[in-house]
């Protein structure tokens, strides 16, 4: 399998459940990403991680969670979620996450809270 | 902090006329600057990419863009547009004193009527 994968594709949780979100990217990349996409509005950078380590944490609420145990996977636990986070959730990896690297998307994982 | 503008929404175009999308950016110093596509269900994808040198970039799909620094714009064009390019497109800058974060416009939806 090649470029960045995201499991599961869709997901509908209630409030008060916990989930995970999987990004896995064979590219071998150094730089990781989580972004959030709602209908209409720019992208929204929630997490970076750079060599496993994180290096950005856009003020993105606690019931979000991000783990990133090796270069080739990311993670996003979730839990209590509210409606307003219903949204697409795309996973991006670079080279190095350097300003100039192209960042390659995952096809995203739909989640609806209800 | 840099920032994006996509002014279009929404374009209708007919298959085999020509097509533009424009993108205005806001940076002090020279951005790096990106025009991205998604299809229905998928993630995004690299369409093309400026750095330095010639202001006229080609990439993939038959698409070019433009950097014009007087303008502060990067404007999408395709000559001749085929069905398969409905989608949605994104522009999107970086900075080098901003390693890790691309700012994303909000978007322009493309339809191809035949």
């Known amino acids: 399998e090649t470029g960045v994968t995201q499991t599961p594709r869709h997901l509908v949780m209630g409030m008060t459940n916990k989930k995970s979100l999987k990004c896995e990217q064979h590219?071998?990349?150094?730089?990781m990403y989580w972004y959030k996409q709602s209908a209409k509005k720019p992208l929204e950078l929630m997490f970076v991680?750079?060599?496993?380590?994180?290096?950005e944490n856009n003020s993105v609420p606690s019931r979000f969670s991000p783990e990133c145990p090796n270069s080739s996977h990311l993670f996003l636990h979730l839990h209590t979620l509210q409606p307003e986070d219903s949204a697409l959730y795309l996973c991006?990896?670079?080279?190095?996450?350097?300003?100039?690297?192209?960042?390659?998307f995952g096809p995203g994982t739909r989640l609806t809270v209800l | 902090a840099q920032s994006v503008t996509q002014p279009d929404i929404h374009i209708t175009v007919s298959e085999g006329a020509s097509l533009e999308l424009r993108c205005n950016y806001s940076?002090?110093?020279?951005?790096?600057l990106f025009w991205y596509v998604q299809s229905p269900g998928q993630g995004l994808q690299l369409l093309l990419k400026?750095?330095?040198?010639?202001?006229l970039v080609q990439g993939i799909k038959g698409f070019e863009a433009e950097f014009k620094r007087s303008q502060s714009s990067f404007n999408l064009r395709k000559p001749s547009v085929h069905w398969s390019d409905a989608a949605e497109y994104f522009c999107?800058?970086?900075?080098?004193?901003?390693?890790?974060?691309?700012?994303f416009g909000a978007g322009t939806t493309v339809t191809v009527r035949a």
């Open positions: 590219l071998g990349h150094n730089a």
């Open positions: 999107a800058v970086g900075a080098a004193s901003n390693d890790y974060k691309l700012s």
């Open positions: 400026y750095f330095s040198g010639d202001t």
């Open positions: 940076y002090g110093a020279t951005p790096y």
């Open positions: 991006a990896s670079s080279q190095s996450g350097l300003a100039e690297d192209t960042q390659y």
């Open positions: 991680y750079s060599l496993e380590e994180r290096v």
